[in-house]
T-cell receptor, first 112, second 113 residues
Framework: GQQVMQIPQYQHVQEGEDFTTYCNSSTTLSNIQWYKQRPGGHPVFLIQLVKSGEVKKQKRLTFQFGEAKKNSSLHITATQTTDVGTYFCAGPGAGNNRKLIWGLGTSLAVNP | DGGITQSPKYLFRKEGQNVTLSCEQNLNHDAMYWYRQDPGQGLRLIYYSQIVNDFQKGDIAEGYSVSREKKESFPLTVTSAQKNPTAFYLC????????????FGSGTRLTVV
């Protein structure tokens, strides 16, 4: 069945270092969404990418959608302790564009 | 302020008892979803509903039941048939017309002893 894979599963960085998480889909996606879940919290929607090759920035966060619309990445420049959490990507399921297929997430730990 | 409310935040139940988790939204969203999250794991879909009085099974529906009698409400019942009910349960909603992400509630942490 349709799958969305994320790597790495965990990442531990020193504050100030950069961080990247990658998301790969087994099928072409109409869009890809990114969410952040703080420890003990709930997922919060960050952004949606729709166009092939799209790049969007939110302050220190840069999101990319691949040309083939099967992969995506989230890059954080100069991490801060407030970036700690799990980052999930998700894409619409085939035939039902409101039911999302989720990656397992990348958990980011930041050493101050 | 619009949002999605889950209650209670923490719930303890004895094994063999059914328990109902509440989820209410005032965002006028058409679709609502229930997910289960276990430690260190991703989100697994239990049930979803895109319209009142209609709902579909997700990937792990066994041992759970839902209803959607009102647009604002999507309660989840964890029945005694669910073998491993202790988990973090998340409710979410989304608009079917607007191309935007899900809004999640703050979750209910269920412990069955």
């Amino acid at each position: 069945g349709q799958q969305v894979m994320q790597i790495p599963q965990y990442q531990h960085v020193q504050e100030g270092e950069d961080f990247t998480t990658y998301c790969n889909s087994s099928t072409t996606l109409s869009n890809i969404q990114w969410y952040k879940q703080r420890p003990g919290g709930h997922p919060v929607f960050l952004i949606q990418l729709v166009k092939s090759g799209e790049v969007k920035k939110q302050k220190r966060l840069t999101f990319q959608f691949g040309e083939a619309k099967k992969n995506s990445s989230l890059h954080i420049t100069a991490t801060q302790t407030t970036d700690v959490g799990t980052y999930f990507c998700a894409g619409p399921g085939a035939g039902n564009n409101r039911k999302l297929i989720w990656g397992l997430g990348t958990s980011l730990a930041v050493n101050p | 302020d619009g949002g999605i409310t889950q209650s209670p935040k923490y719930l303890f139940r004895k094994e063999g008892q059914n328990v109902t988790l509440s989820c209410e939204q005032n965002l006028n969203h058409d679709a609502m979803y229930w997910y289960r999250q276990d430690p260190g794991q991703g989100l697994r879909l239990i049930y979803y509903s895109q319209i009142v009085n209609d709902f579909q099974k997700g990937d792990i529906a066994e041992g759970y039941s839902v209803s959607r009698e009102k647009k604002e409400s999507f309660p989840l019942t964890v029945t005694s048939a669910q073998k491993n009910p202790t988990a973090f349960y998340l409710c979410a909603s989304s608009s079917l017309s607007a191309n935007y992400g899900y809004t999640f509630g703050s979750g209910t942490r269920l412990t069955v002893v």
